[in-house]
């Protein structure tokens, strides 16, 4: 059975979404120990980069979405399946920051499928989980999935498919905001479709994802490529004034909202 | 600029209550085990059931539901000998970097 990891990567003219990724293939490389496949177009392809990918998949990219007036590709996730040369895959956001092996233990509790259900956001301890809508589902989160590759995985992402073509019929049916389509939605409805319209507690990989909040920064504490401390710093308003707050991680993987800030992380 | 002197600078403060939930969920995580065709988590509750059920059984043999709601068959002695290490490994670890935290102002 191979393993291995697989990115979706196209760079818009904020981000470079590719750069991001060979920072998180790297990791993924020295932490996991697993294979990195990056999904990327032509154009995101720098001429001179010292990463070589597992392997390299050039696609075109569907670059009808737009978030904060920028192009958002985000738009194809369900070709994952297809895609991936690999038995068993973690399918990984380009700026999730791995500092330990901990995702090599989806591999040993899903059955063929699995995401996270709760996140955490760090400085922010106790804030209630994400849903669709106030009368909807509570959202999954697309930033990491393990899948096997099976009928019931394929399933999945065939009807991924289907909820991204029609996402404003289901952004109407499940009263969430339309305009801007998010993979996480759509996996939330996908997978409860393919359950029976139930939850399936094995699908659920049963640890917080870690998010570092849009108002929070994260500073790495040493140069090191593989360094695995950061301090987090968040401005924390107190009686008309900021007052900042931090405190420091150690060998925990997260997700950064903040692309700039994990920009500058990986540099 | 380093991570000391931007917290000098900037007069940041430690935040202990995020410490200790950053702690809980980093270690909450390291609890959980795969074993015996199901899923644990090495949980003081589930270790003392087990330490109490297992001598009454015969071959060790004790059904247990896991964390996904599943009845599973399991060898009493060897899950309760693998949660016991899981459990002690990780406390020791979480109480250290808790006691670590502590000591920041």
Redesign the interface.
Known sequence: MSRGVLLFAFNNPKFNYYEMAVATARRANHFLGLPVTIVTDESSVPNDCDYTFDKTILIDPDKNNIRDYNVWINKGRYQAYVLSPYDETILLDTDYMINSD?LL?TF??YDDFCCHDTT?F?????VPQEVLSAYSFKTMWATVVTFRKTERARQIFECLKMVQDNYDHYANIHSFVGGVYRNDYALTLALRIVNGHTDN??DII???L?HVGKNTSV???AEEEFNTEF?V??D?WKRGKI??????????DFHTMNKANFMELIK | MNTASLITDAKARFSHNSAKAYLKDKFSSKLIVAEQGGLWTASPALISFLSVQTPFTIDDNVIVIDNFDNPVQVDGKALLKKLQDTYNTVMNEWHAEWASLESKR
Request: aromatic residues 10%; charged residues 20%.
């Open positions: 901990t233990k040993d509790i955490s760090l400085m922010h301890p106790g507690k094995q049963p640890w917080n870690v500073h790495r504490n301090t710093i968040y924390s007052k900042k707050e931090y405190i420091t991680l150690t060998g925990t």
